[in-house]
């Protein structure tokens, strides 16, 4: 294939674009109960998106024949269940048949709210959902509360399974695929990765999971319902420093009682927190959700066209391998915007060397746009990488939810509200920093990447922000003017911290 040899420049700050999303949704109602989605469901999914800049319409659309469950084509239990056709409204590409309005229509996406569906063994799964990360998703609450779920269940798994839609996993880019043997196996359960798209904090709400857990400061800034930020730290498994814990406040990884500064534990990978975790350790990582949606729509949209806008649409751009700068300059750009912060490391080589290798995993391709068989083939290709990594993907099922429930009862659900939109931000403090060649500082208030002054990372944040500084010595030029509403700490386990502003 033709190389492409123009760098096309796209903003990709964490509102990289303002997308608009067309969502129709349709619900089972039984002669005892309704899936319906209620106005404050619907409300509660739109807002963070809107805090962030996006268009979202929804259209709750058609009351539709209740089935029990969901089924799957019986002679490959493994094949999609939204592509499966039983002439029944059991089958999900029946109900599409004759309910999607918008079916063929460039942008659109389609969910319906069922009662249960079956997995890929075809039995009959308690999960609360499932999404094919294209266009189209299940809610599935029926062995939840009432057969219903509560309003919260509704609006947070809508939100989880149409994340999916949009190409977040349950781990960020890490794996957290159907072998739970792998060595870079993930569990779903990642606590720094605060995200409705985690088991974590899925149906637990983000802001009253990752406080009452002891995760962060009860000062932090999240919502109960949103996508992660990716600007929690990444913690290394095998050697976690309990001192620093999350790096927001201390953690007793290990739950064993005391503050050390390395265990091993794995954190990740069951419901009933990291006390109880097992399996194998890995490096965990957050990821900057909001700065890289890759709506399915556009994806599907530019493999039935060939349409190199819609490809780009979905978070692709295209770059020339062989062009030094561009390459220089995208890695940087990606840093600075901490749009990629689990590739942090490959990045800053890219920032060095501009070696295109470097930027393999980023969304970054190389064909000639212009290209329509090509934008077709890649597209297809990257639905089908979707498909396999997530049509097998139950969601957290109710079983699942019960026994995290009773592990953390002092830590309820929250009430399902509207939330407000964020004014401040986590900012962390501490040395800056900075490679020789280019020589270049990277003075951003990422965990990994923070700020290296007081003043400066006052004067780069909105009021209402939370500032984790370091334990060390910071040495201010001048007066230090904190003029605006912040919350500064450098929480230790003694309460008294470490840090010194001179």
């Not at 406080?211 to 009860?218: A, Y």
């Not at 407000?420 to 800056?432: D, P």
Request: proline content about 4%; overall charge negative.
């Amino acid at each position: 294939m033709k190389r492409y040899s123009l760098f096309i420049v796209m903003a990709v700050a964490a509102i990289a674009r303002g997308d608009s999303f067309n969502i129709e949704i349709d619900y089972m109602v039984d002669t005892d109960h309704s899936h319906q989605p209620s106005t404050a469901v619907i409300n509660a999914f739109k807002q963070p998106f809107l805090c962030q800049g996006h268009t979202v319409n929804v259209v709750v659309d058609d009351a539709i024949p209740h089935c029990d469950v969901l089924l799957r084509n019986p002679s490959d239990c493994s094949a999609s269940l939204f592509g499966y056709d039983d002439n029944t409204f059991c089958s999900f590409g029946q109900i599409r048949q004759s309910y999607f309005d918008h079916d063929g229509q460039a942008g659109w996406y389609y969910g319906v709210f069922a009662h249960k569906y079956q997995n890929t063994s075809c039995s009959t799964s308690g999960s609360s959902g499932l999404s094919n990360g294209g266009q189209f998703f299940i809610v599935t609450m029926g062995s939840f509360s009432g057969q219903v779920g509560t309003p919260f269940d509704n609006a947070s798994t809508l939100f989880h399974e149409f994340g999916h839609d949009l190409g977040l996993s349950h781990c960020g880019t890490q794996y957290c695929g159907s072998n739970t043997g792998a060595a870079n196996y993930v569990g779903p359960y990642v606590p720094n990765m605060p995200s409705s798209m985690a088991y974590q904090y899925q149906l637990a709400g983000v802001e009253t999971n990752i406080e009452c857990q002891g995760l962060s400061i009860p000062d932090s800034v999240y919502k109960e319902i949103d996508y992660s930020h990716g600007v929690m730290c990444t913690v290394d498994e095998n050697a976690l420093d309990e001192e620093a814990g999350s790096y927001m406040t201390y953690l007793d990884w290990d739950c064993d009682g005391s503050i050390e500064t390395s265990v091993a534990q794995n954190i990740n990978n069951s419901n009933s927190g990291w006390c109880g975790a097992g399996g194998n350790r890995t490096t965990v990582a957050d990821y900057n959700e909001w700065a890289n949606l890759s709506p399915g729509a556009k994806l599907v949209e530019a493999a039935e066209t060939g349409d190199a806008d819609a490809l780009r649409g979905a978070d692709y751009r295209f770059i020339d391998p062989g062009d030094v700068g561009a390459l220089k300059a995208a890695a940087r750009e990606l840093l600075e915007t901490n749009k990629r912060p689990e590739l942090r490391s490959a990045l800053i080589r890219s920032v060095e060397t501009g070696d295109a290798s470097w930027l393999a995993d980023a969304r970054f391709v190389t064909f000639d746009p212009l290209d329509k068989a090509a934008v077709k083939a890649f597209a297809r290709e990257e639905i089908d990488r979707r498909q396999k990594m997530l049509d097998e993907q139950p969601c957290i099922s109710a079983e699942e939810w019960n026994e995290a429930q009773a592990m953390r009862a002092s830590c309820p659900q929250p009430t399902l509200v509207t939330e407000s939109c964020l004014a401040g931000e986590n900012v962390y403090v501490g040395t800056v920093f900075c490679i020789p060649n280019p020589p270049i500082c990277f003075d951003l208030g990422l965990c990994g990447l923070p700020h290296g002054g007081v003043q400066t990372a006052h004067d780069a944040h909105p009021g209402g922000s939370v500032f984790y500084l370091a334990p060390q010595t910071y040495d201010e030029s001048g007066t230090v003017i904190l003029d605006t509403r912040g919350v500064w700490t450098c929480e230790r386990q003694d309460g008294t911290g470490s840090a010194v502003i001179r």
